[in-house]
């Protein structure tokens, strides 16, 4: 992989939802995306990130079911480029 790029924006939201992010992968002049990975913090603690995934009932629980699966060290290199992004927006303000 080339190339991580992050289109982060900043939500108004319930917390701790803070941010959501797109997330282009360049695969080879390819460009995928990942859309809507959530940033999340609360007051006190370091924000942390999650790739999409769907909320579900099963058994009387809630449960998240992710809805794309990366190999564990492309799947820290996408969540850190969204933590950098958020944390760069968040310093600008």
């Not at 969540?79 to 927006?89: C, D, M, T």
Request: hydrophobic residues 40%.
């Amino acid at each position: 992989m080339n190339n991580i790029r992050v289109e982060l924006g900043l939500v108004n939201a319930k917390p701790p939802l803070r941010a959501l992010a797109d997330v282009i992968l360049v695969l080879e002049g390819k460009d995928l995306t990942i859309r809507r990975c959530a940033v999340f913090e609360k007051p006190g603690a370091p924000p942390w990130a999650n790739l999409p995934r769907l909320s579900i009932e099963k058994d009387g629980k809630r449960q998240f079911v992710p809805l794309i699966e990366l190999p564990r060290e492309l799947k820290q290199r996408v969540l850190s480029a969204v933590l950098e992004e958020y944390r760069r927006k968040t310093d600008s303000r």
